[in-house]
């Protein structure tokens, strides 16, 4: 009778724990590109209102951890400017705006958004002409494995001397906090610079790797200058 009992308590337990078990396959940390339908979807004309989405979203990111799920936007300020020859224009981004939103109770809650814009002084060397993201090297990955997807967002801008005036900024969130990197591109040693958070240096190894990798890729493709000191 109790050895009845005992096998009737484990098939309880085995039978309650299956959910929690299904629950945990489910949260695995995964990430996809929202087809148009999707987004029309899912960032309406509401949600835009509500989150003040007023340039044109260029990518969204839908991504799920054991934390629930989020989706990143993508939004860069559409600009045309006149260019030599006459007649024709340019279509540029003077401005992006990456707003990460959480879905609670079938609602949406931002979490944080990066706001940033191309450098039009007149007064400085190689007036920056776009920015925009740069979507080859933006990752959302679980690096350390504890089941929380690590954002890095990469944008980048471009001045009409390509490399002389160039910036870089990798954004990356990880437990709440954010680090940045912030690049000066230059093609005079002395104009190029790179600015790393200390809280770059206490990120998980396989997270840190990955931008490592992302420098690399930048310096093969003449998209940047990244000396081997600066990684």
């Known amino acids: 009778m109790r050895a009845f009992r005992v096998v009737q308590t484990i098939l309880f337990l085995m039978f309650i724990s299956r959910p929690c078990i299904l629950l945990a396959q489910q949260k695995q940390p995964s990430c996809e590109i929202l087809s148009q339908s999707q987004v029309s979807a899912t960032i309406n004309d509401a949600v835009k209102m509500q989150f003040a989405i007023d340039f044109p979203i260029f990518r969204v990111y839908k991504y799920v951890d054991r934390s629930g799920q989020y989706y990143c936007v993508l939004t860069e300020k559409l600009d045309t400017v006149a260019s030599e ?5 340019d279509s540029l981004h003077l401005a992006i705006r990456a707003i990460d939103l959480r879905e609670d109770s ?31 090297y933006i990752e959302f ?4 494995g504890d089941g929380l997807i690590e954002p890095i967002i990469v944008y980048g801008s471009h001045s009409d001397s390509d490399l002389a005036s160039g910036r870089i900024k990798f954004i990356i969130y990880y437990k709440g906090r954010k680090v940045a990197i912030r690049h000066q591109d230059s093609d005079l040693d002395e104009g190029r ?7 770059f240096y206490t990120l998980p190894p396989k997270l840190k790797e990955s931008i490592h990798t992302k420098m690399q890729a930048m310096n093969k493709a003449d998209q940047a200058i990244f000396e081997k000191t600066s990684f």
């Open 85 to 89: 020859e006459e007649g024709k224009y």
């Open 193 to 199: 610079s790179t600015q790393i958070d200390k809280g």
């Open 141 to 144: 990955t679980d690096f350390d």
């Open 106 to 136: 079938e609602k949406l809650k931002k979490v944080w958004e990066i706001n940033d814009h191309a450098n039009l002084d007149q007064k400085i060397e190689g007036v920056e002409q776009s920015i925009r993201f740069w979507t080859k």
